[in-house]
C-alpha cells in the first residue's frame, strides 16, 4: 500500500491567487501611450477601448519628446465629441489643459512653453460623456518670429 499526500487548497484561496494573477498580467498591456510619429501629427479614433476617465468619458495617451525652451501649440480637432486636451510632464504634472478653443468650438487648442526636457504625455480625452470617434491631433513646435 503507498500513501501519498494531498493538499486541499480552499477554493476561494485559489480564485483570489487566480484572479490576481490575470490582473497583474494585464496591467502592462492596458496602460501603453502611442509615441507621435515623427510629423508629430495624428489621426485616430477614441472608443470605449481606451483609457476610462471615470467621468463616462475616455482617454488616449500620446508620448512626445519635448526640449526645455520649446514653444508649443497643440491642437485637437473631432466632429465626433467634445474634446478635452491635457499634456501632462514627465513628472506626471499637469502642464496644460483646454477644453474649448478660441474660435467658439468644442475642439480644443492650447499654447505653452516647455520649461523641463523630456518625455510629455499628450492626452486626449472626451469631455464628460461625450463619447468618442475620430480625431486629428497635431502638436507644432513654434518658431520664433524673425526682426
Do not use: H, W
Not at 480552499?10 to 502611442?34: D, W
Not at 474634446?83 to 474649448?100: F, K, Q, R, Y
Not at 512653453?113 to 468618442?132: A, K
Amino acid at each position: 500500500m503507498v500513501l501519498r499526500e494531498v493538499t486541499i487548497i480552499p477554493a476561494t484561496l485559489l480564485t483570489i491567487c487566480i484572479s490576481a494573477t490575470a490582473t497583474f498580467g494585464q496591467v502592462g498591456k492596458l496602460y501603453s501611450p502611442i509615441p507621435l510619429p515623427p510629423s508629430n501629427e495624428v489621426s485616430d479614433t477614441l472608443s470605449d477601448k481606451d483609457i476610462p476617465t471615470g467621468q463616462g468619458g475616455f482617454a488616449r495617451d500620446y508620448t512626445v519628446k519635448l526640449f526645455k525652451g520649446d514653444n508649443l501649440a497643440i491642437d485637437l480637432n473631432s466632429d465626433s465629441f467634445d474634446t478635452m486636451l491635457t499634456l501632462l510632464g514627465p513628472d506626471g504634472s499637469t502642464v496644460a489643459e483646454n477644453d474649448d478653443g478660441p474660435d467658439g468650438t468644442s475642439n480644443s487648442l492650447l499654447f505653452t512653453r516647455i520649461t523641463q526636457t523630456g518625455t510629455y504625455i499628450v492626452r486626449v480625452r472626451s469631455f464628460g460623456e461625450t463619447g468618442g470617434g475620430s480625431f486629428k491631433l497635431k502638436v507644432t513646435r513654434l518658431q520664433p518670429v524673425k526682426q
